[in-house]
């Protein structure tokens, strides 16, 4: 695999890995906060499962360093649920902290090691 193919594919598991910890947790914040049917639960829990799941997938020989460099991601994709599920578009601060989140997430991925 290619460094190329190696980052987006990274990529791609960690943005797949947000928004299902993301979904999963929004889905239990559904059934104990606005009381919705316990069968919510369900898809709740798969998603988490997925999140999980996806975090394995990263090609990276740390989980530390791949928890830390999902963080920024994370954050990222979280300000993305806000503004397209939760209908609360994100405020200057949101974007510069996202912006610097994403600097210290890109530092990790892409600088290289040795």
């Not at 990529?11 to 049917?37: D, P, V």
Request: hydrophobic share 60%; net charge neutral; glycine share 8%.
């Amino acid at each position: 695999m290619t460094n190329f193919q190696m980052i987006f594919f990274s990529l791609f598991f960690y943005i797949l890995a947000a928004f299902m910890e993301i979904a999963g947790c929004f889905i239990f914040w559904l059934y104990f906060r606005l009381h919705k049917s316990f069968l919510w639960l369900f898809p709740g829990i798969l998603c988490l499962l997925i999140f999980a799941f996806s975090l394995t997938k990263i090609e990276l020989d740390y989980a530390g360093r791949a928890y830390a460099i999902y963080g920024g991601i994370y954050i990222f994709c979280t300000l993305v649920w806000l503004w397209l599920v939760e209908g609360t578009q994100p405020d200057r601060w949101d974007l510069i902290g996202v912006a610097l989140c994403i600097m210290g997430a890109s530092v990790m991925l892409f600088c290289p090691r040795g």
